[in-house]
């Protein structure tokens, strides 16, 4: 039991209430079989106090490579059933979104992938999962949106997810998290879009990195007063490459290498280079 806890740390699946009894080497996978239990909750339809009934079947869940594995989990859910009313209900982990069989981390892969212009099949391949669970997330990126929250730091960029047609995508900066993707790039579907959030939300926002030809920077200013417009990464490295990368070398080793600024400067030296042409 010991070692299998240690497996469900080491994959960073952190729902307590998933046990994991064994674990299977497949020769082409692994395989790890276990179930998902907690204490009845109330019931979502009455809020009278349900009851632990029977396990659902076997749900699978593909999950990320390991150690150039891919990794089936098979997960069996408990039911739930309302003393009350007789309503029925599973238990709900943070590992598998209700109703999906695919596991969030690899929701959140496929989306990687997908923002690093991988091939579908190519994807698909490399989670181990069919090419329409690939379709199907690219047409579900519909993201359930806090709108009481952005991040400090935020990229906006364009990209072509379907042939031909371009998307407009915004990121947390840091995490990498897709904050939006908008079908359409016009300024009309950004501005309407971001304006969901308040002010006081917007005002938060510090950095956002775009195209140096972006045309949105306006918009972007109008909508986020306090933030600073950044060009984006790789333009700069496109159009001034060498000679800006010595200089932020020439910087850099001015500092320990462990400091702070030298860390800073590694991760943040485009920002040097901000537009402060309001
Ligand atoms: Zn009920």
């Not at 497996?7 to 009894?21: G, H, M, W």
């Not at 790890?32 to 009455?46: E, I, N, Q, S, V």
């Not at 709900?92 to 099949?121: C, D, F, G, R, Y």
């Not at 690219?138 to 042939?163: G, Q």
Request: a positive charge; aromatic letters at 10%.
């Amino acid at each position: 039991m010991e070692q299998l806890n240690l497996i469900t740390n080491f994959l960073r699946i952190k729902d307590k209430n998933i046990t994991i009894t064994d674990e299977y080497d497949m020769g082409t996978h692994l395989e790890l079989h276990g179930h998902l239990d907690y204490t009845a909750p109330k019931c979502p339809k009455c809020k009278g106090q349900m009851a632990k009934y029977d396990y659902q079947k076997t749900s699978k869940i593909p999950y990320l490579e390991t150690a150039g594995y891919p990794l089936l989990i098979r997960l069996r859910k408990r039911r739930f059933k309302c003393k009350e009313c007789g309503k029925m209900a599973v238990a709900e982990t943070p590992l598998v979104k209700k109703n999906h069989q695919i596991s969030v981390a690899v929701n959140q892969k496929i989306a990687q992938l997908l923002i690093e212009n991988q091939a579908m099949q190519h994807i698909a391949h490399r989670l181990s999962i069919s090419t329409s669970s690939v379709m199907r997330k690219l047409n579900e990126f519909k993201f359930e949106t806090d709108w009481n929250t952005l991040p400090e730091v935020m990229s906006w960029d364009e990209y072509a997810f379907k042939k031909g047609k371009m998307s407009f995508i915004a990121q947390d900066f840091d995490s990498l998290n897709v904050i939006a993707i908008l079908d359409g790039r016009t300024q009309a579907t950004i501005r309407n879009h971001f304006l969901r959030y308040p002010r006081k939300v917007r005002n938060r926002v510090k950095v956002i990195t775009m195209d140096m030809f972006s045309p949105y920077y306006q918009l972007a200013k109008q909508l986020f007063p306090n933030a600073k417009i950044v060009l984006d990464r790789f333009h700069i490295v496109q159009h001034l490459s060498r000679a800006m990368n010595r200089v932020r070398i020439q910087i850099m080793n001015q500092f320990n290498r462990k400091s702070q600024e030298y860390r800073a400067l590694k991760r943040y030296w485009f920002i040097a280079l901000c537009f402060e042409c309001n």
